[in-house]
């Protein structure tokens, strides 16, 4: 219907029929593109490239998708932008810069495409499906496209997949199906794979817990699936990135031996791949999960050491809130993590960090 408006005007405004038409603006976009991403993976001239403009051209800039499929291995793709001739992938230096250039761009696109993640483990994120329910980890640590072991394997419970945290929503797949990425404001995105029946999206802003799509066996850009699952993986900073000590739903993400191998920690207690997790949501900013190294009860002092009254305990797991933190005496935690730096708890007692995971060694909450 545009179309047909654009033809109508063009003809009222007498343009002249002999006028040479502008050169295409796909094409140079498209080449641009290409000529970056086989540049990025080293790939020979005439690996195929799948380049998805989804807004403006050559001329006034441009947004998109690129694609590298992956026949039977994972796809591997970016969000690219392009102006005057130069063309950024997430992740490349120029990136944030294109960002400020592009004006097909939202202001909220503009301010995740620039954010950057901070030194530690905090993702700020759940499980991505409901609250409560318990998936199997299908499948542990392993690699989206030859890349390090930045995703897990999920399925199970209602099999609705939903946004681990808010940001925004594109799809990557040429075909819209299947390959969901959602930019988040912290520095991290997350990609799911393999859906069915997934939301059509470009730059579609969503809340924490919003619906992406089923789990399912979809392979539109490559991969193989024997059985419904979503692929999850994490990138940070535009590049995919080991989800090894990470966190989601309070469980943190750990990989060991091969590919798919790997287990999840909810404080002391482990599951394998195989067995199944609960989502407990999010893990706050200034929160820890109580983590003994064993499944003991933790106690909480009067103040920061041992030589303070011990004002109760607090069990394995439990989600606690950090107020501030001091020195006090040094003691040893999970995989020999040693600290003399205690937390002050919302109730005014104290716990040694080691026996908390927060993401960080450094204060939450700052010092006291
Ligand atoms: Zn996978």
New binding site residues.
């Given amino acids: 219907m545009a179309f047909a408006t654009l033809l109508i005007l063009t003809g009222t405004l007498g343009v002249p029929a002999h006028a040479a038409p502008a050169p295409a603006a796909g094409p140079a976009v498209e080449e641009s593109v290409s000529r970056q991403v086989r540049a990025k993976l080293r790939l020979e001239k005439t690996h195929p490239v799948k380049v998805s403009v989804r807004r403006g051209d050559s001329d006034s800039g441009a947004f998109g998708t690129a694609v590298v499929p992956g026949g039977t291995e994972l796809p591997q793709g970016w969000l690219f932008l392009y102006s005057d001739g130069r063309t950024a992938l997430e992740g490349d230096p120029d990136f944030a810069k294109l960002a400020t250039k592009v004006p097909s761009l939202s202001d909220d696109e503009k301010r995740v495409f620039t954010s950057r993640s901070a030194p530690d483990y905090r993702t700020g994120m759940r499980l991505p499906f409901a609250l409560g329910q318990s998936w199997y980890l299908t ?1 542990g640590p ?1 690699t989206m496209a030859g890349g390090p072991r930045s ?1 897990i ?1 999920l399925a199970g419970g209602d099999g609705r997949v939903l946004a681990a945290r808010g940001g925004l929503a594109y799809t990557m797949c040429n075909s819209g199906k299947g390959w969901l990425r959602v930019v988040h404001d912290n520095g991290f995105s997350t990609d799911y794979y393999h859906l069915e029946g997934n939301i059509a999206a470009d730059g579609k802003a969503l809340a924490e817990g919003d619906f992406l799509g089923n789990i399912g066996n979809d392979v539109s850009c490559g991969g193989r699936s024997s059985g419904k699952h979503v ?1 999850f993986a994490l990138r940070r900073d535009g590049a995919y990135t080991p989800i090894d000590h990470y966190a989601f739903g309070k469980w943190v993400i750990r990989a060991s031996g091969s590919d798919y191998d790997g287990y999840a920690l909810h404080g002391s207690t482990r599951r394998d791949a195989g067995q199944t997790i609960q989502n407990h949501g999010v893990l706050g900013p200034r929160q820890g999960i109580v983590d003994t190294d064993g499944g003991t009860a933790l106690n909480r002092r009067s103040g920061p050491g041992t030589s303070n009254p011990v004002a109760g305990t607090v069990a394995d797991g439990e989600t606690v809130d950090i107020v501030c933190s001091a020195p006090g005496t040094e003691h040893a935690g999970r995989d020999g993590y040693r600290s003399s730096m205690w937390d002050k708890l919302a109730d005014g007692t104290w716990v040694s960090d080691v026996y908390l995971w927060t993401g960080t060694g450094e204060p939450v909450a700052g010092y006291c």
Avoid: C, E, L, T
Wanted: aromatic share 0%; no cysteine.
């Fill in positions: 499948g392993h995703s394997d692929h």
